[in-house]
C-alpha cells in the first residue's frame, strides 16, 4: 500500500539552530512532493513543492527540500530556524497512478527563543 | 490556482445527528477529495468525489456514515451521519494536485460533537 512516513513527531529546537525532517514514501514509480505546514489556528499553507528538474527545492521562508529518489525521500531543511517557524509541518506524496494526495503523520516543531 | 469555499467553518452538534458541510470551487475540477484532521493527528482521505458517479472510499471510511454529493463540476457536500464524540474533527475539501499545480484546500469545518 502506498504510504508516507514522517520519522519526526515531535522536534524541540532553540532559535538559530538547523533543522532537518525526514519524509520517506513507499513507492518505486513517479511522484510528486509536497510539504506542507499549519500554524497554530491556521489552515494548511503550501512550502515548496517537488514535480520534476532539479531535485534541491527552494520554498517560501528560508525552507528547503531535497528529492533522493534511490532512498524515497523527501527531507525538510532551513539552516537557522525562528520562532515564528513553531507548527505542524506534513509531507505529502501524489502518487502518478493515483489522484489523490497521501499525507505523513507530520511533525510538531516547537521553537524556543 | 483554487479557491474552495467550505461553509459552515464550525459548528457543535448533538450526537446522534447529522451535518452537511459544502465545498464550492472557484473552477471546474474532476475530482474534489474530502480529509479529516481528527485532534493533533495528520489528515486522513475519507473518499475521492468524480461528477456523475459515486464517491470512492478510503479503507474505514463507509458511504452509510460520510454520504458524498457531486452534483456539478464545482460543487461538492460530505454528510457526517449519525455523529458521536469520536467523529470530532476538523474535516477539509481539497482539489489538486493536478496540471502541475499543487493541492488546494478549504479553511476546513471544525466539528464539535456533543
Known amino acids: 500500500a502506498q504510504s508516507v512516513s514522517q520519522h519526526n513527531h515531535h522536534v524541540i529546537l532553540s532559535e538559530a539552530a538547523s533543522l532537518e525532517l525526514g519524509c520517506n514514501y513507499s513507492y518505486g514509480g513517479t511522484v510528486n512532493l509536497f510539504w506542507y505546514v499549519q500554524y497554530p489556528g491556521q489552515h494548511l499553507q503550501l512550502l515548496l513543492k517537488y514535480f520534476s528538474g532539479d531535485p534541491l527545492v527552494k520554498g517560501i521562508k528560508g525552507f528547503e527540500a531535497e528529492f533522493i529518489k534511490s532512498k524515497f525521500s523527501f527531507n525538510l531543511r532551513k539552516p537557522s530556524v525562528q520562532w515564528s517557524d513553531t507548527a505542524e509541518y506534513f509531507c505529502a506524496v501524489n502518487f502518478y497512478n493515483t489522484d489523490k494526495l497521501i499525507f505523513g503523520t507530520g511533525t510538531r516543531l516547537q521553537v524556543f527563543p | 490556482s483554487a479557491v474552495i469555499s467550505q461553509k459552515p467553518s464550525r459548528d457543535i452538534c448533538q450526537r446522534g445527528t447529522s451535518l452537511t458541510i459544502q465545498c464550492q470551487v472557484d473552477s471546474q475540477v474532476t475530482m474534489m477529495f474530502w480529509y479529516r484532521q481528527q485532534p493533533g493527528q495528520s489528515l486522513t482521505l475519507i473518499a475521492t468525489?468524480?461528477?456523475?458517479?459515486?464517491?470512492?472510499?478510503e479503507s474505514g471510511f463507509v458511504i452509510d456514515k460520510f454520504p458524498i454529493s457531486r452534483p456539478n463540476l464545482t460543487f461538492s457536500t460530505l454528510t457526517v451521519s449519525n455523529m458521536s464524540p469520536e467523529d470530532s474533527s476538523i474535516y477539509l475539501c481539497?482539489?489538486?494536485?493536478?496540471?502541475?499545480?499543487?493541492?488546494?484546500f478549504g479553511q476546513g469545518t471544525r466539528l464539535t460533537v456533543v
Open positions: 468525489a468524480n461528477q456523475g458517479s459515486e464517491a470512492t472510499y
Open positions: 481539497s482539489v489538486g494536485p493536478y496540471q502541475g499545480t499543487e493541492a488546494f
